[in-house]
């Protein structure tokens, strides 16, 4: 069982940053993709970022393109999701889910075996 804490989250101004933190339990942290979602209030979970089990293979949807970055430190057993230029449409849950081995899927939520329970992003404009 891997459990996943994310912190980092809270209330920011239009054009903001916060720096989102998913800290991971599992000693084989190295074998799971880990990937970002969230969800606005009353609309379905949407996938944010993703990053390979190396760090060396990123995705992100496009309307945080040159935005988010996502990064990890397998030494600590953390990734992490930079975001910058927040918009008030950036308001949401934000969860950080691990996919043990790493699919082809990594869009979909399907595709990960465990979640976060989430932190809170508000986006004041």
């Known amino acids: 069982q891997v459990q996943l804490v994310e912190s980092g989250g809270g209330l920011v101004q239009a054009g903001g940053s916060l720096r989102l933190s998913c800290a991971a339990s599992?000693?084989?942290?190295?074998?799971?993709?880990m990937g970002w979602f969230r969800q606005a209030p009353g609309k379905e979970r949407e996938f944010v970022a993703a990053?390979?089990?190396?760090?060396?293979?990123?995705n992100y949807a496009d309307f945080v393109k040159g935005r988010f970055t996502i990064s990890r430190d397998n030494a600590k057993n953390t990734v992490y999701l930079q975001m910058n230029s927040l918009k008030p449409e950036d308001t949401g849950v934000y969860y950080c889910?691990?996919?043990?081995?790493?699919?082809?899927?990594?869009?979909?939520?399907?595709?990960?075996?465990?979640w976060g329970q989430g932190t809170r992003v508000t986006v004041s404009s």
């Open positions: 889910a691990a996919d043990f081995l790493g699919g082809s899927r990594w869009w979909s939520d399907s595709e990960y075996d465990y």
């Open positions: 599992a000693r084989t942290f190295s074998r799971f993709a």
């Open positions: 990053i390979s089990w190396s760090g060396g293979s990123t």
